[in-house]
Structure formats: C-alpha cells, structure tokens
C-alpha cells in the first residue's frame, strides 16, 4: 500500500476529511497485515503536517456490529499517536477473525457527523448478512463521497478472492 499524498490540501489550508475502513479478518495474513500497516504508517506520518482529519475504522464480524476502537474524525496532525497506536495493533488479534463485513465499517462512516470527502476500504474480500442493505449503504456513501477500494492479496493468482 503506498502513501497517498495530498499536497495540494496541505498547501491550501483546506481541510480535507478521510476514512479509512480496513479488514481485519483471518484471512488477512501476516504479510498482508505488515503492507497495511506500512501503508497506514507511511500515510500518517507523510501527512503529520496537514489539514486532514481522519477516521481509522476497523470492520466488524457481522453487518450490525460496531468495533470501539475505532479513531473517529480526529485531525492528523494533532493525533498522530493514537493513529499508530491503532496501526501498530492491527493484526494482533484484537478483533474477530471474521472482521471483514464492510457495512459495519460503512455504518460508521456513514454516522460520522461530517461525511467524509474520500473514503478508502482496505480488504481482501467480503462478508455481507443482508447484500441489499450494503449495496443501499455503499450508494448512498458513494453520492456523498468517494469511495475506492484497495484490495489485498500476497499472490497475483489469488484476485479471484477480491471479486467474491
């Protein structure tokens, strides 16, 4: 995962809102889990200086569950501990090997009190108790944001689990 870099936000003094909602399940490996958090790291650190409030997300083992260890909308520049405290936990187990429902991660971006203006999930596939709802969920996110997804995977072959 490589480190975006918002220096036009950063010039301009605009805020600029960001949540990043990442997969945590078992099936993400121990590789896997070193990118993201040298992707998240690289991330935060290059943007200590900006105007960026972030919300770093963690998915849940069901669609209407909702993890409490989240860092909701905090800026960056002035919370840069508490981001990489968070970073440097994950993978460690504290969530459930099935956390990997994106509409509990969406849910929470979605109650967010000001909707972010770009927002990443970082997965290696999905998990979904009711597809209808997450489609709604993530089209309604998706009018008032943008969404991209970053997919995971340590093997070229192994792009069909993102698909699923």
């Known amino acids: 995962?490589?480190?975006?870099?918002?220096?036009?936000?950063?010039?301009?003094?605009?805020?600029?809102?960001?949540?990043?909602?990442?997969?945590?399940?078992g099936s993400i490996n121990a590789n896997e889990a070193e990118q993201i958090r040298s992707g998240l790291t690289s991330f935060i650190n290059s943007q200590a200086q900006s105007n960026i409030t972030l919300s770093l997300v963690g998915m849940s083992d069901n669609d209407d569950t909702l993890r409490s260890d989240n860092v909701i909308q905090k800026r960056i520049s002035s919370?840069?501990?508490d981001f990489l405290t968070w970073i440097n936990s994950f993978g460690s187990g504290r969530a459930n090997k099935q956390s990997d429902h994106w509409a509990s991660g969406l849910k929470v971006v979605n109650d967010l009190s000001v909707t972010p203006d770009v927002i990443v999930i970082?997965?290696?596939?999905?998990?979904?108790?009711?597809?209808?709802?997450?489609?709604?969920?993530?089209?309604?996110?998706?009018?008032?944001?943008?969404?991209?997804?970053?997919?995971?995977?340590?093997?070229?072959?192994n792009t069909s689990e993102l698909v699923n």
């Not at 995962?1 to 909602?21: D, H, K, P, R």
């Not at 997450?134 to 991209?148: A, G, T």
């Open 122 to 157: 970082v997965t290696d596939g999905i998990q979904v108790n009711n597809a209808d709802a997450l489609k709604n969920l993530y089209s309604d996110l998706n009018l008032k944001s943008q969404i991209f997804v970053y997919g995971v995977t340590s093997t070229v072959d």
């Open 79 to 81: 919370n840069q501990t």
């Open 1 to 25: 995962m490589s480190s975006i870099n918002l220096q036009e936000s950063q010039s301009s003094g605009c805020e600029t809102y960001i949540a990043i909602v990442v997969d945590e399940s």
